[in-house]
């Protein structure tokens, strides 16, 4: 990807460019801390997040301890606001001069296309896209990200669940397996990977039935619950609620939901989409083709991990991804290869 002239505003002559942010299980101890030391804008996000929050967000992410950041009561806020601070220094590097306004250093709608022409993001990248779009403030989404990793987890706590990545095995084999036992498809992340999520038990004898079919791997995940399963349904409408009190915008840039993967800027049907995720499926392999199909074949990996990256490059060899995590990523970007 070219330099910072390629991706300014009303350059219609520009490549396209998609961003995209992680789900959970991208964090790791240490996330953001580089950022935080030596870019204001990332600083400004931490430490506001660390107001809204009610505690140390910025210990847990650059200190740990590690099974506390893994739990799903704080990966959630922490992936977001990692995210969001590596987003802010990005647009403010691009940008040249200090983003927002003073009190509230964080780019504003206007400059929210500034970084590319389309967000989405894998489960709980979904919000976080939404606050890079502009469709949501920043202090709503970090606000409602604290409240739905709090709920998943409490709903985690009422039944043991388990997710289990079927590997080279077609989703339709895995679909008819899940409705014959109970459990679920989950997430459709890339060809010959299907997530499925439910009940421990019946989701251990579904991995054992896949593999009987012809899987050629069944892999446990590291998660605490059964997430996109009918095992959130606690959690489903406790989040409505939370999102009552929550404006959302249209977005400034195209914006690709989980749930249909279908761009989509209409506020009623995004709050839907974001409510209904909880207990059903993300299209992410499906998203990401759609995205190519509106023309977007470059993309940045905002925040932590790089696990977007290796499911892109499994839909689609073609396509571009550049992740972002530290000051000299953003700055070999922004200047590009002729400097």
């Not at 961003?19 to 996000?45: C, D, I, T």
């Not at 910025?58 to 990966?75: A, I, M, R, V």
């Not at 403010?92 to 400059?111: A, L, M, N, T, Y």
């Not at 929550?246 to 995004?270: Q, Y």
């Amino acid at each position: 990807m070219g330099g910072v002239g390629d991706k300014m505003v009303g350059d219609t002559g520009r490549r396209k460019t998609g961003l995209l942010f992680p789900g959970q299980g991208s964090q790791s101890v240490g996330m953001g801390k580089e950022l935080y030391e030596n870019q204001p804008a990332a600083r400004w996000v931490y430490d506001k997040a660390e107001e809204i929050l009610g505690f140390d967000i910025k210990k847990l992410c650059f200190e740990g301890p590690e099974d506390e950041l893994n739990t799903t009561l704080y990966s959630q806020p922490a992936i977001f606001v990692t995210s969001i601070a590596t987003l802010n220094a990005l647009i403010e590097r691009i940008k040249g001069s200090p983003v927002g306004q003073e009190g509230c250093e964080i780019f504003s709608r206007e400059e929210a296309a500034i970084a590319g022409d389309l967000a989405m993001g894998l489960s709980l990248g979904e919000p976080t896209s939404l606050v890079a779009s502009g469709a949501m403030k920043f202090d709503d989404g970090l606000r409602f990200v604290q409240h739905r990793g709090r709920l998943m987890d409490e709903a985690s706590k009422k039944e043991e669940g388990k997710m289990a990545s079927i590997i080279g095995l077609e989703p339709g084999k895995v679909e008819e397996i899940c409705n014959g036992v109970g459990c679920q498809v989950a997430n459709l992340n890339c060809p010959g990977q299907v997530v499925i999520s439910g009940p421990a038990t019946i989701v251990e004898l579904a991995s054992d039935l896949a593999s009987n079919a012809g899987a050629r791997r069944t892999i446990m995940l590291k998660v605490s619950g059964a997430f996109h399963s009918d095992l959130m349904l606690p959690a489903k409408e406790k989040l409505r609620s939370v999102l009552e009190d929550i404006e959302i915008r249209e977005p400034a840039v195209d914006f690709i939901s989980n749930i249909d993967a279908e761009v989509t800027l209409d506020p009623g049907k995004i709050k839907e989409n974001l409510v209904n995720q909880l207990n059903n499926r993300t299209l992410w392999e499906a998203s990401v083709r759609k995205a190519s199909e509106n023309g977007i074949r470059e993309y940045l990996e905002i925040g932590p991990g790089n696990v977007l990256k290796g499911l892109l490059k499994k839909i689609d060899t073609g396509l571009k991804v550049t992740t972002l995590h530290t000051s000299e990523d953003i700055n070999s970007f922004v200047r590009g290869p002729e400097e």
